[in-house]
């Protein structure tokens, strides 16, 4: 009979020392509640104890979690409109406070609340500066500047935001048709505007080319009008020379010269009178004595 007894004791025993017993992992922390109470803060990875049945273990992340933000329409100091979306790094640092912020909803109520205020401090920051400065080299630092606003906010939460940063800043779809609009527009203006510059230095370049033409022509045509002069100096000269020495051998070639220029094939048709002087030498027996 006491055996009978023994055993349940025993097993219940064993039963209620387990339930005191309790393992943190090194990637959590813990905390121990009793009817709601915090009673212990567990930081440090190992085995803890609890009261069994009054006590409860409460398990939270030790590690860094991300938290992307919902696409958020923001409106710069120059009104152009712009879409963002961000990502934040966080992480608990104070488990009574974070308890007592979230309760029961532990890290899912935590990304909700540091939504809402990440998404409050990106409107804040971003609509403080022109669209010009959020997509500009001034990004990293609109970036710090949303961190530590996030962050001073965030410590009643019990967490730490360790980094915010901005992954997308778009026009919203409606504005998307009319900016490239506008911006082909520019590029269509400035385009003109290179071609009509272009189109001047051209005329510049061909009216110089053509003016270079001209003189060149004029001066090609000048030299060889003073060669040829030259030329016909010197021909007429030794024409001049040769007559002097022998006018009748002269006369003799320049009738030979005319009769094969006018007795040519296809072309020997001749009217004249027989007694011409043209036919001085075809009528004669014997060619001119060479002085």
């Known amino acids: 009979m006491r055996a009978a007894y023994l ?3 025993a097993v219940l025993v064993g039963a209620v020392a387990l339930s005191s017993v309790f393992i943190v992992d090194e990637r959590k922390k813990a905390l121990v509640l009793q009817f709601g109470e915090v009673k212990q803060v567990i930081n440090e ?12 273990v409460f398990l939270y992340e030790d590690r860094i979690l991300g938290l992307p933000t919902q696409p958020l329409e923001v409106t710069p100091l120059d009104d152009r409109r712009l879409v963002v979306d961000a990502f934040a790094r966080w992480r608990i640092v104070d488990l009574e406070a974070f308890r007592r912020a979230v309760g029961s909803g532990g890290e899912n ?12 401090e990106i409107r804040e920051v971003l609509g403080g500066v022109p669209s010009q400065s959020v997509l500009s080299e001034d990004r990293t630092g609109l970036m710090n500047q949303i961190r530590d606003q ?32 506008r911006m082909r527009a520019e590029r269509e203006r400035e385009a003109a ?4 510059r272009g189109n001047e230095a051209a005329q510049r370049v061909r009216a110089a080319a053509d003016r270079s033409v001209v003189e060149i022509v004029s001066q090609s045509r000048k030299e060889a009008d003073v060669i040829r002069g030259e030329a016909d100096a010197t021909r007429n ?31 020997s048709s ?5 007694d011409s002087e043209f036919f001085d030498y075809l009528r004669s027996e014997k060619a001119p004595a060479a002085q």
Do not use: C
Not at 45 to 56: E, H, R
Not at 193 to 196: A, K, L, M, N, P
Not at 237 to 266: H, N, V
């Open 7 to 9: 055993i349940p004791a």
């Open 45 to 56: 990875p190992g085995l803890g104890f609890k009261i069994p049945f009054i006590q409860d």
């Open 109 to 120: 109520a935590a990304r909700d609340n540091l939504d809402k205020i990440i998404n409050a």
């Open 150 to 181: 996030a962050r001073a906010k965030a410590l009643g939460l019990g967490v730490d935001v360790i980094d915010v940063r901005l992954t997308r800043t778009d026009l919203p779809e409606q504005n998307l048709e009319s900016t490239f609009g």
């Open 193 to 196: 505007d290179e071609i009509g």
């Open 237 to 267: 000269g030794i024409y001049a020379e040769a007559f002097g020495k022998d006018p009748e051998f002269f006369a003799f070639t320049r009738s030979l010269t005319s009769y094969e220029r006018a007795l040519q094939s296809g072309n």
């Open 270 to 274: 001749i009217v004249m009178k027989p």
